[in-house]
T-cell receptor, first 113, second 114 residues
Framework: AQSVTQLGSHVSVSEGALVLLRCNYS??????LFWYVQYPNQGLQLLLK??????LVKGINGFEAEFKKSETSFHLTKPSAHMSDAAEYFC???????????FGKGTTLSVSS | NAGVTQTPKFQVLKTGQSMTLQCAQD?????MSWYRQDPGMGLRLIHY???????DQGEVPNGYNVSRSTTEDFPLRLLSAAPSQTSVYFC?????????????FGPGTRLTVL
């Protein structure tokens, strides 16, 4: 069975600081991994996805994530936080392309000036 | 393309009432699914469909029915609403061939059961 663990339900950073959101997964098969962002009262928007083509994945809004098989991790980073990055972030995994996702419980990112 | 659309955006029900949440997509995606989002729980899969006429249960199917008569539509029916079904419901669709097949999400339906 697949599962996703997001470490830290809340992360607070200052504007301009590094953003690091942690995600560990469990999967018996090579996984498809995703990060989604949800702004208040909105739906989910895809930030980036891992499909085995490259271990370092670049997404929208300056975010990137690195797939580390040995650590079963897919942490999300951004070098410099912006106020507009404040949102809830979800890591998700699936075993087959285009099938249902198993989500982590989410991490709320707060950015202070 | 409109993508994935959901109606209504908001709904208030009384315990025991029934209703249908509508979901449609215009991307010709084979795969469609319904999730519910609750605070601190992430999104949990209710039901999914791999194509017209084929549906299956997800993690939390109790109290919900689905059907898939066309590729475009995937309605979710609440048979007898309960306060525990107060949640935000998201419909999603994806292609199962070509690329990573990421899920595209609708804007959500916020349901309150009194």
């Amino acid at each position: 069975a697949q599962s996703v663990t997001q470490l830290g339900s809340h992360v607070s950073v200052s504007e301009g600081a590094l953003v690091l959101l942690r995600c560990n997964y469990s999967s018996s098969v090579p996984p498809y991994l995703f990060w989604y962002v949800q702004y208040p009262n909105q739906g989910l928007q895809l930030l980036l996805k891992y499909t085995s083509a490259a271990t370092l994945v670049k997404g929208i809004n300056g975010f990137e994530a690195e797939f580390k098989k040995s650590e079963t991790s897919f942490h999300l980073t951004k070098p410099s936080a912006h106020m507009s990055d404040a949102a809830e972030y979800f890591c998700a995994v699936s075993s087959q392309a285009g099938t249902a996702l198993i989500f982590g419980k989410g991490t709320t990112l707060s950015v202070s000036s | 393309n409109a993508g994935v659309t959901q109606t209504p955006k908001f709904q208030v029900l009384k315990t025991g009432q029934s209703m249908t949440l509508q979901c449609a997509q215009d991307m010709n995606h084979e795969y469609m699914s319904w999730y519910r989002q609750d605070p601190g729980m992430g999104l949990r899969l209710i039901h999914y469909s791999v194509g017209a006429g084929i549906t299956d249960q997800g993690e939390v199917p109790n109290g919900y029915n689905v059907s898939r008569s066309t590729t475009e539509d995937f309605p979710l029916r609440l048979l007898s609403a309960a306060p525990s079904q107060t949640s935000v419901y998201f419909c999603a669709s994806s292609a199962t061939s070509g690329g990573a097949g990421e899920q595209f999400f609708g804007p959500g339906t916020r349901l309150t059961v009194l």
